[in-house]
């Protein structure tokens, strides 16, 4: 009888030690602020893999737990991700959506859950917006573009070619169309036939063929500026006019600093504009994350024009781009500088 | 006299289908292709200028290396291999590391063959040893070999300046460099196929599985054969695309999948196996390769190809399908 009293004492605190543990393991783990991020998954560019590299790294010096999913490029992919991310119990979301015709169902269930989430560079109404100013940075880019066409050809381009990237939208337009509007703004009689658009997807081997037909179908333009969503569209033209044996005739100017850097700098990219988009988790975590982390009521600012945090672009010619390290680097240097420094801080050779 | 004895003795009359002999796909594709040459150059005629033909002639080289495997496949009764973008992506990645470790170009050539060809006996492997269908197993390899791509690598790019990026923009007799194995490989293997016991068992074997290892034929030494000639031939397509592309990521092939099976389908090189004519290739690679430039001469976008591409796949599968049920079994 006596036996059996002290088995079951020993059992229930055998049971019971655990029990408590894990209840007071659980208690940490629910009080420990967890941060979710969702890359975006488009496999065009290295920084979208950067963008998480460097939010785990910052979550992780902040001691938070993180958890990272990729929402490839697909718009049913994010949104599911999103619920993934309430079911994951995050307490705040950071994502970059290329595909943002899901993000006002990804808002939805976001408020819902009453989750905070951070958008990088496509605005939302029920986002905290950090990112880039597209049209602004399109229009810097489209300036540069336009000194060299009034320096060297005095304004009058046989044409202006835009390689679009209709897949990222909005995007696509503000960056293009402000590049478009830059060289106006610099070049203001160049007449609408001169300008020139074609689909290069925003990467180089796919916009090769399309835009050696474009130049295959205008062999007299002697004198054509190439614009684009990004580096890699510019290329794309560029590597085109190379293989007709026209290489001389074009000048690029891109967006997004990917192919500006480094050892492979093609000489007919005049120059690109960085958003540095590796290390935007500095600006979402500085100025909306750790705030709301540590109990702070940060306003929803979910407007571009007003934004809760505002990436600066960083327009560079090829020249200057040899200043800049290569990403990997910068992401290197940028996890060791002082919490809150941000890439332009580091990297841009033209702070305003 | 009586007519009726010689019009008795009179030979048959001759199907017209048997009067050209097997080139009626030949006249047919050079008509249409002719036909879009024609309405083309009347409406600017400008097209018909030597940029023209290099833009043209630079879209040909890729896709029509490709489709010599695509159509080794075919031939043989593999119906279609889907995972053509994942072993081109691979063979280039090694293509561009062997560049970058400044390898000359013959050797960086020899790399992304045999690497292709590793990618085919792995196909053919899985098909052989699991005995799985290879539409599917073709198609789960490209889904796992792009995705493990994304894992290694973002970006690649050939060294500016170097033997292979001087390759892809160097022209030889007016023509592109890239362009001239194409011409060389499609010539050669539509002979090979026709001339030699490999080529006549590889066709043997797709037209009847059954004759065919009546009379010996290791079916399993087949499809290792055709998997890893197919592969090889897209490791070479690598080189290629590798020499041409400037920097490239694991998706940068996937569009080119819909023009090589419409190229082969064209050209007659039936996807049930065992009937085709690798020459023909030329033919219907020049004139898919032709329509993208057509139309942006036309002012149309160059993004409305996909549909004229896809109009004409389903043409050329309802051709093959009609040809398939004409055939004598």
Redesign the interface.
Known sequence: MFETRNTRALAIVALAVPALLGLTSLATAQDKFKLGMLVGGNTCCEWMKAQGDVARALAEKEGWDYVELSNNNDPAVALKNAQIMVQEGAKAVIQFNGQPSSNPAISAVMKAAGIPIVTYDIADPGMYFVGIDNLAAGIAGGEQLGMIIKDKWNCAPDLVISSEGAGAGIVNEWRTGGMRTGVKNICPDIPAEKFVSFEGSGDAAVALQPARDLLAANPNAVKMAVVGINDGGVLGLINAAEQLGRADQVIGWGQDGAFITGDNVNPHLAGSVFYFLEGYAVYAIRDVIKPIAEGKDVPLKADAGDPASKVQPCPVSAEQAKAVPDMAERVTQLLAAPAGTTAYDLFCPNKG | MSLAPAIETAPPAMPFKARLGGWGTAILLLSVWAALLIATGLY?P?FF?H??L??IA??MAVVGVLAVGQGIIAISGGFIDLSQPAGLILSGLIAVRLSEAGLPLPLVVVGAVLTGMAWGALNAAIIVFAKLNPVIVTLATNFIGLAAL?LIF??A?V??GSEIYHF??T?ILGL?AIWWPMLLIIVVTGFLMRSTRYGRRTTAVGGNRAAAKARGISLKAMRFGTFMAAGGFVGFAAVL?AS??????????S?LQLNVIAAVILAGISLAGGRGNFWMLLLSVGFLSTI??S???FGL???TQSIFQGVLLMIAVAIDGYRARRSPT
């Not at chain 2, 041409?244 to 092939?253: E, I, K, L, V």
């Open positions: 600017r400008d200028a940029q023209t290099l833009a630079f879209t994304y973002q970006l790019q060294p500016n892809g923009r022209n592109p695309f041409a592309a400037g920097p490239f990521n694991p998706s940068s092939a569009t993208p430039t139309l942006v001469f976008s160059s993004d």
